[in-house]
């Protein structure tokens, strides 16, 4: 598998991306550009899931819009907040295992476990972000 230039991930630094990784980078752009809001990334364990919602969230960021990335295992939390964070990226969170102090429904990125939000929901006891 060839990966692609550094050129169009547009982060030097970062491994280049690879071609699936790009085509599914180049689907979800189109498909904003179409209108749509809501999407689910799916792919194999070790794939660059990371790296594609990465890529997404600073395209998102830098376009003025908010990012909501919701994950249904609390480690996957630690894993994204790390990733999102060390490329200069604001991000709150949502997960109940998580301290409160990183919680700031304010950042462009929110990182939210689907338990929590749910809970939070059916609770009424709002707290909940707005994405774009």
């Known amino acids: 598998m060839e990966a692609v230039d550094e050129a169009v991930s547009g982060h030097s630094g970062l491994n280049p991306l690879w071609p699936h990784q790009a085509k599914a980078i ?10 749509w809001r809501k999407f689910c990334l ?3 364990t070790g794939s660059g899931k990371s790296r594609i919602i990465l890529e997404l969230a600073q395209a998102e960021v830098s376009a003025g819009r ?3 990335v919701y994950v249904n295992r609390i480690t996957l939390v630690g894993q994204l907040l790390q990733t999102l964070r060390s490329s200069g990226l604001r991000v709150g969170t949502m997960a109940s ?4 102090v990183e919680e700031d429904l304010d950042a ?5 476990m689907q338990q929590t939000v749910g809970s939070r929901i059916s609770s009424g006891r ?4 707005h994405s774009d």
């Open 26 to 35: 180049e689907m979800v752009k189109e498909a904003i550009g179409s209108g």
């Open 42 to 44: 799916a792919s194999p």
């Open 66 to 68: 908010r990012v909501a």
């Open 97 to 100: 295992s998580f301290d409160r």
């Open 108 to 112: 462009p990125v929110q990182l939210c």
């Open 126 to 129: 709002g707290g909940v972000h």
